[in-house]
C-alpha cells in the first residue's frame, strides 16, 4: 500500500493567529512572549505537559503560570492552530475520497493531537501520530520508524509533505519520498 502522509502546522493548517491574545492572557509584551514561545516549543512537542510548558514561556517573560492560567492559554493555543486552509482540506477530501492511504505526522503536543481526534476532518486519516504521545520530534529517524511501524510500511511506500526543509530532510534519510510544502496545488501535482 501506498501512503501519503502530511504534516499538520502551515500545510493542512493555516498560521495560528492566537499569538497576540496569548501574549495578553499573559501580560507579556508580544515580542518577548513569541520568542519564548518558540525557545520552548521543542520540548512540549516533545511530550511535556502545558503546565511545563507555560511555565517555562512564564518563566521566560518574568510571569507567573498557574493550572488556571496555563488551562486557558492551552486552549486559546489549540483553537489557534485549529483552522484548516481550505485548499488543503479539498485536497484531503478528494484523497480520501478516491481511496488514498492517508496519515498525519506532527510535531505537536499531546494536548493538541486530542484536539485533532475529535474533529470530524481526522476520519479521512488512518494513522495520525503526534510527537508529544511518542516523545520524539521530526526530524529525529525514531518518529519516521515509528510511524513506517504504525503503517506497516516500508520507507519507499510513502510520500511526506511538511513545510519545513530539514523535517523533508530526516525523512528521506530513512527512505522515504518527501517534499517541502508549497501548497495544495503543487502537491496535487506531485500527486499527479
Known amino acids: ?95 480520501s475520497e478516491a481511496g488514498a492511504a492517508l496519515a498525519l505526522l506532527s510535531n505537536a503536543p499531546s494536548v493538541f493531537g486530542e484536539w485533532v481526534r475529535a474533529q470530524d476532518w481526522v476520519r479521512h486519516f488512518r494513522v495520525t501520530l503526534f510527537s508529544g504521545d511518542v516523545r520524539c520530534v521530526k526530524p529525529d529517524a525514531k518518529i519516521f520508524r515509528l510511524l513506517l511501524d504504525e503503517l506497516g510500511a516500508e520507507p519507499a511506500d510513502c510520500l511526506f509533505f511538511d513545510d519545513r526543509a530539514s523535517n523533508v530532510d530526516g525523512a528521506r534519510a530513512v527512505g522515504l519520498k518527501a517534499h517541502v510544502w508549497s501548497g495544495a496545488e503543487a502537491a496535487r501535482a506531485w500527486l499527479g
Open 1 to 95: 500500500m501506498n501512503w501519503i502522509v502530511f504534516d499538520y502546522g502551515d500545510v493542512l493548517s493555516k498560521p495560528s493567529a492566537a499569538r497576540p491574545e496569548l501574549a495578553a492572557v499573559m501580560g507579556a509584551p508580544l515580542p518577548e512572549f513569541e520568542k519564548a514561545y518558540w525557545d520552548h516549543r521543542l520540548p512540549y512537542d516533545a511530550g511535556s505537559t502545558p503546565l511545563e510548558y507555560w511555565q517555562a514561556v512564564g518563566d521566560a517573560v518574568g510571569v507567573s503560570v498557574d493550572e488556571a492560567m496555563s488551562a486557558e492559554l492551552t486552549r486559546i493555543d489549540v483553537e489557534g492552530w485549529g483552522h484548516l486552509e481550505p485548499a488543503s482540506e479539498a485536497l484531503l477530501e478528494a484523497l
